[in-house]
Each structure stands twice: as structure tokens, then as C-alpha cells.
């Protein structure tokens, strides 16, 4: 009699675990979960703000994720593939109930006054305060890559599979979104246009 050799769930990756999935193990399934749980639970923080209806549209994600698992095509990342899920879950709330203010904490902080090259202000916080409010003001096309490729770390490709935009686009956006970030930091914070 052979044996299987069968690599450890944390050694395989997504698309190797969902295949197996698929074939004959429902129950692996869980692991997607704990992979996910909290990157997705950060990605969704930035539209829902509320814990309740954050874990409802997160359950609906994993439930929507599971329910396509044929649908998905393992020569290609899973990542981007939930994410996308992700965000028409996200998107599906806050049309149906209200748009979210956009909140940022300390880390992600970092990564945007390092990325957006703001330069220096007097008041710190009040500097988040003006990013905040320019992020929750803009236009979702801005905002969604901006929060895709400063806070989830995601490339200029991945950003294109999960919005279904061409990777030019992403790139264009994204660096108008800067700008608009620094246009409200600038009326803020100096009474002038940058």
C-alpha cells in the first residue's frame, strides 16, 4: 500500500489548498478563514466602522467566497479573487446604508506620511485629521486604490484584478488621489491650494 505524502495546510498555498478543497475537503476550508480573517477584517475597517455589520459583511464574504469556489481558477492568485469579494460586500453596505467615514490608525499613519510624501506639518493630528476627512470626501475611484495600495500593501496588478480596472489606470489613479490628499492638506493646513 502507497502512501500520499500530503504537505502540511500552512505549507501549501491558497490556490493549492483551494484545489484540494474542491476535490474532497470541505472541512480545509477553515484555514482560507484564518488566512483571511483579519487582512480582510483590516481592508473592510475602511468602509464599515461598526463591528457588528463589519463581521456580518465578513461572514458574507467567506460564505460568497465558498459558495464560488468552482468559479475561482487556481492558475490565477486567490488573493485578488477574494479581495474583489470583499469589496462588492463592502460596497453593497454602504450603499444600502450610509457612507462610512474613513478612519486611520497609527500604522497606517506611517505608511501614508511616508507614501503620500506630505511634508512636515505643526500639528500632527491634525494633519490625519484633514488626510482622514480628504480619503472620506473623495470619490470611491480614488479612495478604493489609494486604501488597496497604501494600507493592504497590494500591487498595481493586484489592485487591477480586485477593481476590474487596467493596471495603467490603477497608477493614474492612485496618483490623483494623491493629489487630491494633498490639495485638502494644503487648504487645511495653509489657506492655499499645492
Not at 478543497?21 to 483571511?36: A, G, M, T, V
Not at 483590516?42 to 455589520?53: A, G, P, S
Not at 512636515?120 to 479612495?143: F, N, P
Amino acid at each position: 500500500m502507497y502512501t500520499v505524502y500530503m504537505p502540511s495546510q500552512e505549507n501549501l498555498t491558497d490556490e493549492e489548498l483551494i484545489a484540494i478543497i474542491r476535490q474532497n475537503d470541505k472541512e480545509l476550508y477553515s484555514e482560507i478563514i484564518r488566512r483571511y480573517q483579519t487582512k480582510l477584517s483590516h481592508y473592510l475597517r475602511k468602509f464599515i466602522r461598526r463591528d457588528d455589520e463589519l463581521e456580518d459583511v465578513l461572514q458574507d464574504v467567506f460564505i460568497k467566497a465558498y459558495r464560488n469556489l468552482n468559479d475561482f481558477n487556481v492558475h490565477k492568485r486567490f488573493s485578488p479573487w477574494i479581495y474583489r469579494i470583499a469589496h462588492n460586500e463592502a460596497l453593497n453596505m454602504i450603499k444600502k446604508y450610509r457612507k462610512e467615514v474613513v478612519s486611520i490608525d497609527e500604522s497606517e499613519w506611517e505608511i501614508i506620511d511616508q507614501n503620500i510624501d506630505l511634508g512636515k506639518s505643526v500639528d500632527a493630528s491634525l494633519t490625519k485629521t484633514v488626510v482622514e476627512q480628504a480619503l472620506t470626501a473623495m470619490k470611491d475611484k480614488y479612495r478604493e486604490p489609494i486604501i488597496l495600495y497604501f494600507f493592504e500593501q497590494k500591487s498595481y496588478e493586484e489592485i487591477s484584478d480586485i477593481l476590474r480596472i487596467p493596471r495603467n489606470t490603477v497608477g493614474t489613479l492612485i496618483m490623483r488621489g494623491k493629489k487630491i490628499i494633498k490639495e485638502s492638506l494644503g487648504k487645511t493646513l495653509y489657506g492655499r491650494q499645492t
